[in-house]
């Protein structure tokens, strides 16, 4: 497995990660989680060199972290954890987000207890918080780094505005941002100011929350209970059928390689820098090893040239996030 460096200050990372949410919350129905499963997938996952996991806070909430520390327990040093902060579930099942320094430092604290872990390698916020000024944010986060709780700091999902604030306050590592060929918005500013920062990049969602995989048609195909049927525009009735049209052209592409829709979305997101990894979110070990399989396959010029004619980036359906508004702050 390739590693890949982000930042100037030395964080390397596997290409490709392991997105961990869906393990514990929001993906498929509740009674077809399986821990043991899960923490097989975790395990695997290090023996083929994907050893980025990603998790929050807010995932469960509390229980992926509490998942992955289980998976990780003894095994520490064949990781690199990534963990954030900043998204509140309230009792009512609304949410809110928090970037205040109080809420930084105690986040941190529950996520190391919960992990099971001296540090987090990577510890990123969720959101950029409106009503708290970036430079704040980052100044708790950067207390953390010299108190030694955490190694590397990230942001999740920022505007160029925030990220630059934030920056000057304590170096940034990675952002991270929904990236694939069916979401390519930051490449107009968000990428180019990373490189200019000098600022790696993870790509989340990079099978654009499984539609990529050619397995999702039509929203009967998710289970009662996956957020996707209801909060994800572009599984709605109407745009999910006319986006898995785009995936059956790429996966046309795909059979003349011999490998899978996913393997060849992967493979076109690491195509895109050396500075770019992605966390492609797993829960079954057969997935895992079908993922990792993409990080040995090179695109050509041509094989590029075709996927990025078969979708155009206006012929995707709805947007990609119900809560547009937090994203880019």
């Known amino acids: 497995m390739e590693r890949r ?80 902060f900043g998204f509140v579930r309230d009792e009512d099942g609304s949410q809110h987000i928090d970037g205040s320094p109080e809420h930084v430092r105690g986040a941190c604290d529950a996520s190391l207890r919960r992990l099971g872990i001296d540090v987090i390698d990577l510890y990123y916020q969720h959101r950029v918080d409106a009503a708290v000024p970036i430079e704040e944010t980052v100044g708790a986060m ?80 998710l289970p009662e209970g996956d957020v996707r049927r209801v909060r994800f525009p572009r599984f709605q009735q109407g745009n999910v059928e006319a986006n898995a049209a785009l995936v059956a052209v790429i996966a046309d592409i795909a059979r003349a390689r011999s490998v899978t829709p996913s393997q060849l979305a992967l493979a076109w997101v690491l195509s895109r820098g050396d500075d770019v990894a992605a966390i492609p979110g797993s829960k079954r070990v057969a997935h895992v090893e079908e993922n990792a399989a993409a990080a040995s396959l090179r695109l050509d010029a041509g094989e590029l040239e075709r996927l990025e004619a078969a979708v155009p980036r206006d012929a995707v359906r709805g947007k990609r996030h119900w809560d547009m508004a937090s994203i880019g702050r």
């Open 5 to 84: 460096r982000l930042g100037v200050d030395g964080l390397e990372v596997s290409a490709l990660g392991l997105g961990c949410m869906g393990m514990s919350d929001f993906y498929g129905a509740p009674q077809e989680r399986d821990e043991a499963e899960a923490v097989a997938a975790i395990h695997r996952a290090a023996e083929l060199g994907i050893t980025m996991l990603d998790t929050a806070d807010m995932y469960g909430p509390f229980t992926n972290e509490q998942l992955v520390g289980r998976a990780i327990a003894g095994r520490r040093d064949g990781y690199v954890i990534a963990t954030k």
């Open 142 to 221: 950067a207390e953390l780094v010299r108190a030694g709780k955490v190694r590397f700091l990230g942001l999740s999902e920022p505007g160029v505005d925030s990220l630059r604030r934030g920056h000057a306050v304590h170096r940034i590592s990675a952002v991270q941002s929904e990236y694939s060929l069916f979401t390519r918005d930051i490449e107009d500013e968000v990428l180019p100011t990373l490189r200019e920062l000098h600022i790696g990049f993870v790509a989340y969602s990079p099978l654009g929350r499984g539609l990529l995989t050619g397995m999702i048609r039509s929203a009967d195909d």
